[in-house]
DNA sequence: ATGTCC
């Protein structure tokens, strides 16, 4: 036996040494020349079947590898044109959105796609971008804050019963703000998330713990926020009679945890593909069937379940410190891949601040941080891959806001509505912001309105610049 | 979104 055999196969570079080594063992314990190659052939033709161990095992990763990189190499192109998509609120996206959509819509990866009227420019896909992708996640079309989310939950109380002093020392106390903060040891709160046996399945996880355990019951930074406000029921409906409830509402994600596991597999999703054309590097995606894509599934579930546990803590606390129960909770992700049958098929959905809006599903969609949020309901739009708006979705940048809006406007608007403002800055201001209702407007096709909610007393973190 | 490098 010598190399010319084994090339003769088709084997290449380090495979012929492999090849050649485990057939020299095969030849040692007696097997005949025309076996080997019958056994070689077989190794070839079905690499992952030999990976567990034998004298072939070796090789079988170098093919197994080899292969890999070749269908990384050939489906690195992306498609001449982009795949049809459906847009709510064309008038309302900017087209630096539109051109990141139709990038999106040429991965050889996608199937289908949407976007909501609250869309504007991302990293890779846009926020407001809805994605579906077979047999591949990407870690881009889900973002950094992986599980971002909404919480509501409507309290036994009567909204005049809350001084805007006690609401302000409510949140003051019970909440924490701002990018590496986590709560003080004695005020740590323990969560059954932290209990998942998930956390001891891959190192990353195991090293990503502590700072998870120190963060739980927190709400970061930007546009993440925690408020009371006054939901207005007009119909009975979410279990209770129509009428004016005191209710919180809150914006957090996965804090430092997600957004670790994000930039992770973000760079591994690269390395992946080496080859992607430039215009879609961002959108760098993991094979389902691969143990990266397997791992990065079972990281970003534990990261959606970890938001919400950030905001139940955060409910808890404040509902605790009332004395009451919430009569009434809703919650929704709003970045996240999920597992969806579309035209028979099961595909990836990735939405990318979109709120889920299968037919019957509650969901919130926040206006800013002085006008009215939206308890929805979905109407199970097929071409919208069931979804809506997260949110009113930016108009200005956070550094076009800083140079364009007049301080003294802000604070006439906020006066205007009656919000107590803790915290916030400049580039989280209303005129930041698309008109809610202009949004909303744009998607009544997708889902319904169940009440409103207008924010009265508002902590978020401390922005570039003061309001 | 995040203490801007796991």
Redesign the pocket.
């Known amino acids: 036996m010598n190399g010319k055999h084994i090339q003769k196969l088709g084997f290449e570079k380090r495979a012929i040494k492999l090849a050649l080594d485990a057939a020299n063992l095969r030849e040692d314990a007696g097997a005949k020349r025309g076996d080997i190659l019958e056994e070689l052939q077989a190794v070839q033709n079905n690499p992952t079947g030999y990976l567990s161990g034998g004298v072939y095992a070796d090789l079988a990763a170098e093919l197994h590898e080899q292969q890999q990189a070749g269908v990384s190499r050939q489906s690195a192109a992306l498609r001449s044109t982009p795949l049809p998509y459906r847009v709510w609120g064309q008038d309302l996206i900017d087209p630096g959105a539109h051109d990141q959509m139709d990038v999106a819509m040429r991965l050889p990866v996608s199937r289908a796609g949407a976007l909501m009227p609250d869309a504007h420019v991302g990293y890779g896909l846009p926020i407001g971008g809805v994605l579906a992708t077979e047999n591949a996640v990407i870690p881009y079309g889900v973002g950094?804050?992986i599980g971002?989310s909404m919480m509501l939950s409507v309290l036994p109380i009567a909204p005049g019963a809350l001084s805007t002093d006690e609401a302000r020392s409510l949140l003051m106390k019970h909440t924490r703000f701002?990018?590496?903060?986590g709560f003080e040891k004695r005020d740590r709160q323990d969560h059954e998330v932290l209990h998942e046996s998930t956390w001891k399945d891959q190192p990353?996880l195991r090293?990503l713990y502590p700072?998870a355990a120190e963060q739980i019951g927190t709400s970061?930074?930007?546009?993440?926020f925690v408020e009371f406000g006054t939901l207005k029921l007009r119909e009975a409906d979410l279990g209770m009679e129509p009428g004016e409830y005191l209710a919180v509402l809150s914006h957090s994600?996965s804090?430092?945890f997600g957004?670790?596991v994000a930039?992770?597999f973000t760079?591994l999703a690269q390395k992946l593909h080496p080859n992607l054309d430039r215009a879609a590097q961002k959108l760098a995606w993991l094979p389902m069937d691969t143990h990266e894509g397997e791992a990065y599934w079972q990281a970003m579930n534990l990261a959606g379940r970890y938001a919400l546990a950030n905001h139940d803590l955060i409910h808890r606390r404040l509902a605790h410190a009332l004395n009451v129960r919430p009569t009434a909770q809703v919650s929704n992700s709003h970045n996240l891949a999920w597992k969806q049958i579309h035209q028979g098929r099961e595909l990836i959905v990735h939405r990318k601040g979109a709120t889920p809006a299968e037919r019957g599903r509650l969901g919130l969609i926040p206006g800013s941080m002085a006008d009215p949020g939206f308890v929805v309901r979905g109407r199970g739009e097929e071409a919208a891959l069931n979804s809506a708006s997260h949110g009113a979705g930016r108009q200005l940048g956070r550094k076009a806001a800083a140079n364009t809006l007049a301080k003294k406007d802000v604070q006439g608007y906020l006066r205007e509505r009656g919000i107590t403002l803790i915290g916030g800055g400049i580039d989280e201001a209303p005129q930041a912001y698309k008109r809610i209702e202009d949004v909303i407007a744009r998607q009544s096709d997708l889902v319904d309105i169940v009440a409103e909610f207008q924010p009265r007393v508002v902590r978020m973190?401390t922005g570039s610049e003061d309001i």
């Open positions: 950094v804050d971002c701002g990018a590496g903060v990353l090293h700072k970061g930074s930007g546009n993440h994600g804090r430092g957004a670790q930039g992770h760079a973190d």
